[in-house]
């Protein structure tokens, strides 16, 4: 039994044509597989825009969120009617869109009389974007013939009580998922379901965090036993560097599970490696595809002990970052001075992008968002105070606009001399590094430059280190 799991991101239902083209993926699909089973997104933009209405909504704003039930309201009904020929599915549908926006109305309504939005309410709120285009897509199915069913994740996904960051509770879901599809999938019916949405044991919805469908398709992956999972997004793969600004950038035909954990934790948006790990543990072929052109064969996502090409395959960046530099003569040779430095940070909820000490021990710098930073510098100020004064730390400081490039390849791990090649772009260019850290994992390099080098410094490597790699 060759089972397939699907999901679809916003760009790929984002509009009629858009949707179109997922359903006739789908169809296609459905011949090829005994079991198909499909995950969508919300529209691209709707989750944005249900949060800025609820988030105005708490602000005492009783105007906005109302506009944004018109703006998607108008969208989901032009879609509706663009799609759907027959009078008596489009007004169905109508009425369901009408039905779940106003929900998000209504409690947007009552978020602005609390004058707060808790977390379980932005879930209820942000879960209305997928719940509208399952039903979309699977009637856009159903009218072509399929037998397909549109699915709440609600009835499949247990997860913790961690709302807008919700864990799936695996013991319960691999029960749950089998028993409320099987029976369809062994039909030959395809569920539709919700991506991004969980519920708690006790029935409160929740979500998996921003982008949770990826791990949505990952998690039903996991319970059916799927035999590959396929991406479908809005680029034909993943690229070697962001094509708005490198036009010559390439879609890599492969990449092991940490060369792209490695993509997604420095800024290339790509699958989230929290969301692929079910996939990872159970070695499931994955496929990142474009919906717009089905017939490019896409990224194949791999296992990680392949065959190492000795190349790096591709350069991403983080932005709107900031270096902070803990120094100090009377460092040296001081026991707890990281770990005092570090628990200083995670007091505020911060979390650390890159860290590089120099084996001087005379200082330790490390890299977060610039939105974080005064804070950060006053905990460390707080938790060294002694040293401080003793002047066994000179000072805390930070250097702003900065960003991280990074480098990301397996070949790194085996290959010598491919640094020396990432430093020699840079230094055609003149580009100054401010400092460097290679992963541990040694498949990604990254490099904390001048904010206003950023473009530059990814075009050379990409020219002179991917391309003529
Ligand atoms: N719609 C959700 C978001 O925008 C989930 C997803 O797209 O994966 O975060
Ligand atoms: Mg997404």
Redesign the pocket.
């Given at each position: 039994m060759a089972t397939l799991v699907m999901?679809f991101?916003?760009t790929s239902v984002g509009n009629a044509d858009a949707l179109g083209k997922a359903a006739n993926i789908v169809l296609e699909q459905a011949h090829a597989w005994d079991r198909l089973a499909v995950v969508v997104?919300?529209m691209?933009g709707?989750?944005?825009a249900l949060i800025q209405g609820a988030r105005t909504a708490a602000s005492g704003d009783g105007q906005t969120y109302q506009a944004i039930f018109s703006e998607l309201q108008a969208r989901h009904q032009h879609a509706v009617n663009e799609l759907f020929s027959s009078e008596g599915d489009r007004s169905d549908l109508l009425v369901t869109v009408d039905q779940i926006l106003g929900e998000f109305a209504t409690l947007c309504h009552s978020v602005y009389v609390l004058g707060e939005v808790t977390p379980r309410a932005m879930d209820a709120i942000?879960s209305i974007?997928?719940r509208i285009i399952a039903r979309i897509l699977a009637s856009l199915l159903h009218q072509s013939g399929k037998g397909c069913r549109a699915v709440d994740a609600t009835e499949l996904i247990v997860t913790d009580a961690k709302f807008q960051n919700a864990a799936p509770r695996m013991d319960i879901t691999r029960k749950r998922v089998p028993d409320r599809l099987l029976p369809m999938l062994n039909d030959g019916v395809i569920p539709v379901v919700t991506?991004?949405i969980g519920v708690t044991e006790e029935g409160v919805t929740t979500?998996?965090?921003?982008?949770?469908?990826?791990?949505?398709a990952a998690i039903l992956s996991d319970c059916l036993d799927a035999d590959e999972v396929w991406i479908w997004t809005d680029v034909d793969g993943v690229m070697t560097a962001d094509p708005n600004l490198v036009p010559d950038a390439r879609v890599i035909p492969v990449l092991s599970y940490s060369e792209v954990s490695e993509m997604a934790y420095f800024g290339a948006k790509v699958l989230h490696p929290k969301t692929i790990r079910p996939i990872i543990e159970r070695g499931t072929p994955l496929w990142v595809k474009n919906t717009f052109h089905p017939a490019s064969p896409g990224t194949r996502i791999v296992l990680d002990p392949q065959p190492v090409d000795g190349k790096i395959k591709a350069v991403t960046a983080i932005r709107g970052l900031s270096m902070v530099t803990v120094e100090g003569r009377g460092m040296l040779g001081v026991p707890g001075i990281a770990a005092r430095t570090f628990s200083a940070v995670a007091s505020q909820g911060v979390s650390v992008l890159m860290i590089s000490q120099a084996s001087s021990e005379q200082s330790i710098c490390f890299v977060i968002p610039s939105s974080t930073v005064a804070s950060i510098i006053q905990a460390i100020e707080e938790e060294m105070a002694l040293e401080l004064t003793r002047m066994d730390i000179d000072r805390v400081w930070s250097l702003d606009d900065v960003v991280i490039v990074t480098a990301v390849g397996a070949g790194l791990r085996s290959t010598p001399g491919i640094d020396a090649l990432i430093f020699g772009a840079l230094g055609h260019a003149n580009i100054n590094v401010i400092a460097i850290a290679q992963g541990s994992s040694e498949c990604s390099l990254s490099l904390v430059l001048s904010a206003e080098d950023a473009a530059q410094a990814i075009k050379e490597i990409h020219q002179e280190v991917i391309l003529s790699g």
């Amino acid at each position: 039994m060759a089972t397939l799991v699907m999901k679809f991101g916003g760009t790929s239902v984002g509009n009629a044509d858009a949707l179109g083209k997922a359903a006739n993926i789908v169809l296609e699909q459905a011949h090829a597989w005994d079991r198909l089973a499909v995950v969508v997104s919300a529209m691209s933009g709707v989750t944005d825009a249900l949060i800025q209405g609820a988030r105005t909504a708490a602000s005492g704003d009783g105007q906005t969120y109302q506009a944004i039930f018109s703006e998607l309201q108008a969208r989901h009904q032009h879609a509706v009617n663009e799609l759907f020929s027959s009078e008596g599915d489009r007004s169905d549908l109508l009425v369901t869109v009408d039905q779940i926006l106003g929900e998000f109305a209504t409690l947007c309504h009552s978020v602005y009389v609390l004058g707060e939005v808790t977390p379980r309410a932005m879930d209820a709120i942000t879960s209305i974007g997928e719940r509208i285009i399952a039903r979309i897509l699977a009637s856009l199915l159903h009218q072509s013939g399929k037998g397909c069913r549109a699915v709440d994740a609600t009835e499949l996904i247990v997860t913790d009580a961690k709302f807008q960051n919700a864990a799936p509770r695996m013991d319960i879901t691999r029960k749950r998922v089998p028993d409320r599809l099987l029976p369809m999938l062994n039909d030959g019916v395809i569920p539709v379901v919700t991506g991004f949405i969980g519920v708690t044991e006790e029935g409160v919805t929740t979500t998996l965090g921003r982008g949770g469908s990826d791990y949505t398709a990952a998690i039903l992956s996991d319970c059916l036993d799927a035999d590959e999972v396929w991406i479908w997004t809005d680029v034909d793969g993943v690229m070697t560097a962001d094509p708005n600004l490198v036009p010559d950038a390439r879609v890599i035909p492969v990449l092991s599970y940490s060369e792209v954990s490695e993509m997604a934790y420095f800024g290339a948006k790509v699958l989230h490696p929290k969301t692929i790990r079910p996939i990872i543990e159970r070695g499931t072929p994955l496929w990142v595809k474009n919906t717009f052109h089905p017939a490019s064969p896409g990224t194949r996502i791999v296992l990680d002990p392949q065959p190492v090409d000795g190349k790096i395959k591709a350069v991403t960046a983080i932005r709107g970052l900031s270096m902070v530099t803990v120094e100090g003569r009377g460092m040296l040779g001081v026991p707890g001075i990281a770990a005092r430095t570090f628990s200083a940070v995670a007091s505020q909820g911060v979390s650390v992008l890159m860290i590089s000490q120099a084996s001087s021990e005379q200082s330790i710098c490390f890299v977060i968002p610039s939105s974080t930073v005064a804070s950060i510098i006053q905990a460390i100020e707080e938790e060294m105070a002694l040293e401080l004064t003793r002047m066994d730390i000179d000072r805390v400081w930070s250097l702003d606009d900065v960003v991280i490039v990074t480098a990301v390849g397996a070949g790194l791990r085996s290959t010598p001399g491919i640094d020396a090649l990432i430093f020699g772009a840079l230094g055609h260019a003149n580009i100054n590094v401010i400092a460097i850290a290679q992963g541990s994992s040694e498949c990604s390099l990254s490099l904390v430059l001048s904010a206003e080098d950023a473009a530059q410094a990814i075009k050379e490597i990409h020219q002179e280190v991917i391309l003529s790699g």
